[in-house]
């Protein structure tokens, strides 16, 4: 008998739920000032820049809010139905799906 799901993955508490989520942040943290030093020094921007097209990205649904709102369904490139960000391929044709990187 095949064992039950949630013996493979237990529930977690919402505590322990927290505790990873701040670790994922840090280490995303961590992540984006390493890559801003890097185009730094290597490139010579500087933190006007930055601010600069932060603002830039937080206006592009018009408002300036810190927040970007999720990505809309895009069509499948072959068949043009909803695709499902769940899935790599269409659900309707097969077709595997484009990757963005920067969908919310």
């Not at 801003?36 to 020094?41: A, D, P, S």
């Not at 820049?49 to 937080?58: A, G, N, P, R, S």
């Not at 809309?72 to 790599?88: F, N, V």
């Amino acid at each position: 008998m095949p064992p039950d799901p949630a013996e493979l993955h237990p529930p977690q508490s919402n505590e322990t739920d927290i505790v990873h989520l701040r670790a994922q942040i840090e280490r995303l943290l961590f992540i984006t000032e390493a890559l801003w030093r890097i185009l730094r020094e290597k490139h010579g921007l500087d933190d006007e820049e930055l601010v600069k097209q932060i603002t830039l990205l937080d206006l592009e649904d018009g408002r300036l809010d810190r927040r970007k709102p999720a990505t809309p369904p895009k069509p499948c490139p072959k068949c043009a139905r909803t695709l499902s960000r769940e899935r790599a391929t269409c659900l309707y044709c097969g077709e595997p799906i484009p990757v963005d990187p920067f969908a919310r």
